[in-house]
């Protein structure tokens, strides 16, 4: 016997009503800590092992505090987020990127420069507004890192392709340093502001030889 249009109309309205419920559930039981080591645990599968998370907490899904971050190539870990407040699309995770409207963060440590990778299989990383309030990179020939204070925006798929406008400034030397640049099948085009004193943070990241204080300004394509 067919239902009538008002049983389908009660019967839809059930179902829309169920899902609901079953949505708010599963929302409230994600913003417990249970819940919060859960997605934590989660992430790394979801990001192909690119990014690794401990501490989770805030609300999800796409306001998160998070104490440690760690992004990784193939040869391992290559940036170390501490304290970081992460306003993102969290189901953008399931397309293979990090898509944040917001990072800021308390301290970051630049390992080393990431690893070129030729896969298609990219994780990309899109940040509207990145702030690091203080970024710690370690210099080539020297035990003590450089420091600065870096904001600015970043989207990065590999090393040819990625584009950024950054500005960092030096908290423990001089040095000053401004990139507004994008590579982009096999070309480079944008500008570049640098001026740092000998043997500085340019010079030790690059592995070049000390050659005295540099004062860059530089527009190309």
């Known amino acids: 016997m067919p239902l009538s249009p008002k049983t ?18 599963i929302l409230t039981l994600a913003n417990t800590g249970a ?23 805030g609300r999800v899904p796409n306001l998160l505090h998070a104490q440690r971050v760690e992004l990784r190539d193939r040869d391992g870990t290559w940036l170390v987020i501490h304290n970081v407040d992460l306003d993102w699309t969290a189901f953008a995770l399931f397309r ?43 210099r080539a020939g020297s035990p003590m890192p450089a420091v600065l204070g870096v904001r600015g925006d ?3 798929v590999s090393l040819r392709d990625w584009a950024g406008n950054l ?29 740092e004193p000998s043997e500085g943070l340019l010079t030790g990241l690059l592995g070049f030889k000390p050659v ?8 190309g394509e």
């Open 8 to 25: 389908l109309a009660r019967l839809s309205i059930a179902l829309a009503a169920g899902v609901l419920i079953a949505f708010l559930a």
């Open 35 to 57: 819940g919060h080591r859960t997605i934590a645990s989660l992430i790394e599968p979801l990001s192909g092992g690119k990014v690794h998370v401990e501490g989770l907490s």
């Open 96 to 138: 293979n990127r990090l898509d944040a409207n917001t990072v800021a963060a308390e301290r970051a440590q630049l390992l080393r420069l990431p690893t070129a990778d030729e896969t298609a299989s990219n994780f990309i990383i899109n940040i509207r507004s990145l702030q690091i309030a203080r970024l710690e990179v370690k």
């Open 154 to 156: 970043v989207r990065y």
């Open 167 to 195: 500005a960092g400034d030096r908290i423990d030397d001089q040095g000053t340093y401004r990139l507004n640049a994008s590579f982009d099948n096999g070309f480079l085009t944008g500008t570049a502001d640098v001026t």
């Open 212 to 219: 005295g204080a540099i004062e860059l300004h530089a527009r």
